[in-house]
């Protein structure tokens, strides 16, 4: 079964929002079987919109339109599928009542406007919204399956995965499913050297590398009949690839370098407290999105300034004085200051040049000391890493946890 | 002129990536008079690209794509446009001699796969890629003008910027300006309501309403002249926004909180430090994402366990045995203790629950404290944030820097 994306709304071709929407489907559909071949954004426009679900009609089995199911004048998709269609609308009384009532919980009055999203095609099938008031439908007409959803993806999102997902799973008898390997620490041509033959010879499943940000993946993806368990035509080449890269295949899927740190410092029972410079918080701010890592994160000090180095951690001033703010002396004196004053069982400190200001040419902007303290040990490693401001920033907290996550797997 | 862009790439249909050239695009075209009135995503696949520029054709006259142009067998858009025109490829020396050098300059042997990436139409005219080895071009045939682009936005915006506006801001006549005014400590409803006069009789400019996590955005469009001043036409419109408004406008365009406070620190010669709780280091990672903060942002402490508050703040044991570490009084301690001890001129601290796990009956998952201390005042204030922990995380961030931004204007 083909689908095809319809994501409907003016914002989009303004430039004013990213497509998210098209994403978030495109990845869940590859998940029960469902090729996308096509994503399409129109605006807010019956006449373009009705084009569009005619081109869509010609190449695709399931049509799922986002955006456009709101109470205003400009929401116009349903209207516009009813029309396509042939199909009339009608008030949903359940819908009308859930309507009311988000509103009445609010202790807001309900404008008249809004039962407009509780008009639908007698035929179709309602997906209450659990976030908010737009619910969505589902249509099948002559073979082909058309699903409206809202637009705000804090929306669309539950009401794909408690409705849709189900519905279509079971329309199916092939399904794709992809499994993604995430690699930190080597570089892309690095791991396609390592993997040359596997790349060359794939079938089922195939082996995708993509780098972005300091990190590579590998998609792989296999296509299987709905009965067959997918990990089985997957597990012997990802056994093999993970016998190639070692440690630095970090995890799968959703996994996030944090929060494999988090799951690998409960695991071992270690208490963690970060210094922070150049990085200004973000190694905290990621550590602190894994929920329940507040159990081993003590604390952390981004001290930016010298005088905070020097207060919060100890730093010697004759330290700041001869070697600089950048220096490996001040890393090390930093991770050992961190793990001694907030009492945790590792130290992680990091120093460095975000720019764009600041760099000279023997400290140019992106040089970077990160040193790991624990026990009597500080390790300090340097590095150089490229970009703007951000970009600097990111890769030097994941390189930060990246080591981090080395050194608790040698533990 | 209207314009459709084609994005090819599978990895966009896989939900592997987000659709972000059409995004930059889209915006970009819009400043130069350009109407985007559709997005089309298509996989690497010669048949169905060729069916897309078919039906771009019937209602673009630009047809811009992004994606495919470079050395693999599976970059096919610069073969499949030339078919689609009737072109033949054929080698652009210069082009050859870029990527040669390009290779060379890093010290790598170029494979011969990479001169692919140099065939052109004769009639093309080459834009240099001064980032990566791909080349983009542009097509004029019959009245359409066709403009193919590399994939990585890191390569496609400079092309972009450097070469592609300037080529269109010579063809048209008109143009669109846009203005985005933003809006914090307001709701969606608030705002429509303050403004609702405006919002009916709107035409030039338009005034479109969008609420995105907890910010209210108002984009005012204008059609005029490309001779003419669209800020000329935008300026009375805005005066009477904000002069309704008032603070809660917050900035315009790209405009962040965190750009905003760093400017008025700057411009108030104020030094800052932070002390946070569950933003876990969040209001400092946005706040040092600024360059040239480190001025004025001393310090941060994200002290999460109890005994990092007692330490490093000087929160009483009794307050936080007492009140929890989740209220005012905690809060208060908080930011008079980071502020006695960084020596800063403003102490902000911040302390909540972002979930998912130690909630209760009376602390619900997303209360939270915010308190400002400033020479010997200190101001706290409650919010109840929604959402899941990032977003709880993400909401809570931004109320700080609001309070911090409302206050510092106070000044």
Same mark, same amino acid.
């Given at each position: 079964?083909?689908?095809?994306?319809?994501?409907?709304?003016?914002?989009?071709?303004?430039?004013?929002?990213?497509?998210?929407? &098209?994403?978030?489907?495109?990845?869940?559909?590859?998940?029960?079987?469902?090729?996308?071949?096509?994503?399409?954004?129109?605006?807010?426009?019956?006449?373009? /919109?009705?084009?569009?679900? !005619?081109?869509?009609?010609?190449?695709?089995?399931?049509?799922?339109?986002?955006?456009?199911?709101?109470?205003?004048?400009?929401?116009?998709?349903?209207?516009?599928?009813?029309?396509?269609?042939?199909?009339?609308?009608?008030?949903?009384? #359940?819908? &009308?009542?859930?309507?009311?009532?988000? +509103?009445?919980?609010?202790?807001?009055?309900?404008?008249?406007?809004?039962?407009?999203?509780?008009? +639908?095609?007698?035929?179709?099938?309602?997906?209450?919204?659990?976030?908010?008031?737009?619910?969505?439908?589902?249509?099948?007409?002559?073979?082909?399956?058309?699903?409206?959803?809202?637009?705000?993806?804090?929306?669309?999102?539950?009401? +794909?995965?408690?409705?849709?997902? #189900?519905?279509?799973?079971?329309?199916?008898?092939?399904?794709? +499913?992809?499994?993604? *390997?995430?690699?930190?620490?080597?570089?892309?041509?690095?791991?396609?050297?390592?993997?040359?033959?596997? /790349?060359?010879?794939?079938?089922?499943?195939?082996?995708?590398?993509?780098?972005?940000?300091?990190? %590579?993946?590998?998609?792989?993806?296999?296509?299987?009949?709905?009965?067959?368990?997918?990990?089985?035509?997957?597990?012997?080449?990802?056994?093999?690839?993970?016998?190639?890269?070692?440690?630095?295949?970090?995890?799968?899927?959703?996994?996030?370098?944090?929060?494999?740190?988090?799951?690998? *410092?409960?695991?071992?029972?270690?208490?963690?407290?970060? &210094?922070?410079?150049?990085?200004?918080? /973000?190694?905290?701010?990621?550590?602190?999105?894994?929920?329940?890592?507040?159990?081993?994160?003590? !604390?952390?000090?981004?001290?930016?300034?010298?005088?905070?180095?020097?207060?919060?951690?100890?730093?010697?001033?004759?330290?700041?004085?001869?070697?600089?703010? %950048?220096?490996?002396?001040?890393?090390?004196?930093?991770?050992?200051?961190?793990?001694?004053?907030?009492? &945790?069982?590792?130290?992680?400190?990091?120093?460095?040049?975000?720019?764009?200001?600041?760099?000279?040419?023997?400290? #140019? %902007?992106?040089?970077?000391?990160?040193?790991?303290?624990?026990?009597?040990?500080?390790? %300090?490693?340097?590095?150089?890493?490229?970009?703007?401001?951000?970009?600097?920033?990111?890769?030097?907290?994941?390189?930060?946890?990246?080591?981090?996550?080395?050194?608790?797997?040698?533990?």
């Amino acid at each position: 079964m083909d689908a095809e994306i319809i994501v409907v709304g003016s914002e989009l071709l303004l430039g004013q929002i990213a497509n998210t929407n &098209a994403q978030y489907i495109s990845h869940r559909l590859s998940s029960v079987g469902i090729n996308v071949y096509y994503h399409t954004v129109v605006g807010d426009n019956r006449k373009r /919109l009705l084009e569009a679900l !005619e081109i869509a009609c010609k190449r695709a089995d399931i049509i799922i339109t986002t955006g456009g199911l709101g109470p205003t004048m400009d929401d116009l998709t349903k209207e516009t599928v009813a029309e396509f269609l042939g199909l009339e609308l009608v008030l949903h009384q #359940p819908s &009308a009542q859930a309507i009311r009532e988000y +509103f009445t919980r609010r202790g807001r009055t309900m404008s008249d406007n809004n039962l407009k999203q509780a008009m +639908f095609p007698r035929e179709a099938i309602i997906l209450p919204n659990e976030v908010g008031t737009a619910p969505g439908a589902i249509i099948e007409k002559d073979g082909r399956t058309f699903i409206m959803l809202p637009g705000p993806p804090y929306e669309m999102q539950p009401m +794909f995965e408690n409705h849709v997902i #189900p519905y279509l799973a079971q329309k199916g008898n092939e399904k794709i +499913f992809s499994r993604v *390997l995430r690699i930190y620490g080597i570089g892309e041509s690095a791991v396609e050297e390592a993997i040359k033959d596997l /790349l060359e010879n794939q079938t089922n499943p195939t082996i995708a590398p993509l780098a972005a940000y300091g990190e %590579v993946t590998l998609r792989l993806t296999v296509k299987c009949h709905r009965a067959q368990d997918p990990l089985e035509l997957i597990k012997p080449v990802e056994d093999e690839i993970r016998r190639r890269l070692g440690r630095a295949v970090y995890g799968v899927d959703d996994d996030r370098l944090e929060t494999v740190v988090a799951r690998l *410092l409960k695991e071992k029972g270690l208490t963690l407290a970060v &210094a922070e410079s150049c990085t200004g918080g /973000l190694i905290s701010n990621l550590l602190t999105d894994v929920p329940g890592i507040s159990e081993n994160l003590l !604390e952390t000090c981004v001290t930016y300034s010298n005088q905070a180095k020097i207060n919060r951690l100890g730093v010697k001033p004759e330290t700041l004085e001869a070697y600089g703010a %950048v220096s490996p002396q001040t890393a090390q004196e930093m991770a050992e200051g961190i793990l001694k004053t907030s009492g &945790a069982d590792i130290g992680l400190a990091v120093t460095g040049i975000a720019g764009p200001g600041g760099g000279s040419p023997e400290k #140019p %902007v992106g040089l970077v000391y990160i040193a790991i303290a624990m026990g009597g040990d500080v390790e %300090v490693k340097r590095f150089h890493n490229q970009g703007d401001r951000k970009r600097i920033k990111f890769s030097t907290a994941n390189t930060a946890l990246d080591l981090l996550r080395r050194k608790l797997l040698e533990l």
